[in-house]
């Protein structure tokens, strides 16, 4: 089986083929569209419940906009920590020349990314929606900071793509953003393709020295931390940016609704069946 270290040499030389500049890769237009999807309707919050069948298509469409707004937000700030943490990681002991030298890619890519939906969100939805969760400090055993880090990693990621390839698929959608969308995904495959390796690796390494206390704890934490990054996706500010009323109890609705959890189980199952296969869940977390 190829390691991190080995595959890291062919992720770089793949990044260095497809290096692009975030700055000239599209024409910013001066106005979006009107009258078109700008997400599939069936990724957004809502769809499937009385709450969705009760707005026209105008309002519909509007809100797509808001919601690829929001979770073109909520992919840049899961990435702020992401970079941060590879940063941190760069030359650290242990870490072959090849390793590091993907690094330096993955927080390039990371950087640009950010600076892409960052450009699209402030010029056509007037901000990136802030941060919300918050981080409590917790003691770890050995390498479980590290197995954690990367399991965030994995979160992020994974379901940002099963969204990227959903719009860059769907002619309904605005081509601009079909376009942001496509060329995350092709950052994003790399990505996700060391992430799976490198997670791997270090759960091996560290897991079997772990108590049943430690290992037990450790999945009760990712099954709410992938719980939580569900919840940021039902936000009641982008419900009353897109002129919804009771956003509150509109999102309240939508992550208690049946349609809506068996979305968060499809949509999840990619990295959840990651996480199972690799005995860092015991089983499929509820939704």
């Given amino acids: 089986m190829e ?9 770089t030389k793949a990044s260095r083929k ?6 000239n890769f599209v024409e910013w237009p001066e106005a979006l569209q009107a009258d078109v999807w700008y997400m599939p309707p069936e990724l957004i919050s809502i769809y499937g419940t009385p709450a969705w069948e009760s707005l026209t298509e105008e309002q519909q469409k509007r809100l797509s906009l808001y919601e690829l707004g929001n979770f073109f937000s909520l992919v840049l700030q899961g990435e702020r920590p992401l970079v941060a943490g590879l940063v941190d990681r760069l030359y650290a ?32 939805v007037g901000k990136v929606y802030p941060e919300k969760k918050i981080v409590l400090p ?15 990693v ?18 309904r959608c605005d081509p601009l953003v079909r376009e942001i969308n496509k060329v995350h995904h092709i950052d994003e495959a790399r990505h996700l393709a060391f992430g799976r390796v490198q997670l ?19 999945r009760q934490w990712l099954g709410d931390y992938l719980r939580a990054s569900w919840g940021d996706y039902y936000n009641p500010t982008m419900y009353r940016d897109a002129g919804l009323a009771d956003s509150y109890e509109l999102r309240q609705m939508a992550m208690s609704h049946p349609v809506c959890a068996e979305f968060r189980r499809k949509a999840s199952s990619k990295v959840v069946n990651y996480f199972i296969k690799n005995g860092l869940l015991a089983e499929e977390p509820a939704f």
């Avoid at 390691?3 to 992720?11: C, D, K, Q």
């Avoid at 917790?138 to 965030?152: D, L, P, S, T």
């Avoid at 270090?202 to 430690?214: I, M, Y």
């Fill in 3 to 11: 390691t991190a270290s080995e595959l890291a040499v062919r992720l």
């Fill in 18 to 23: 497809k290096f692009w500049d975030v700055y």
């Fill in 93 to 124: 002991k242990g870490n072959t020349t090849s390793v590091n030298e993907y690094l330096h890619h993955f927080v390039d890519e990371e950087n640009k990314h950010m600076v892409m939906f960052g450009e699209f969100c402030n010029r056509y």
């Fill in 138 to 152: 917790r003691e770890y055993a050995k390498g479980e900071e590290e197995v954690a880090f990367y399991c965030k």
């Fill in 154 to 171: 994995m979160v992020v990621e994974e379901l940002g793509d099963f969204y990227n390839l959903a719009i860059e698929k769907d002619e």
């Fill in 200 to 218: 791997a690796e270090l759960f091996n390494k560290f897991a079997p020295a772990w108590s049943a206390e430690t290992l037990a704890g450790f």
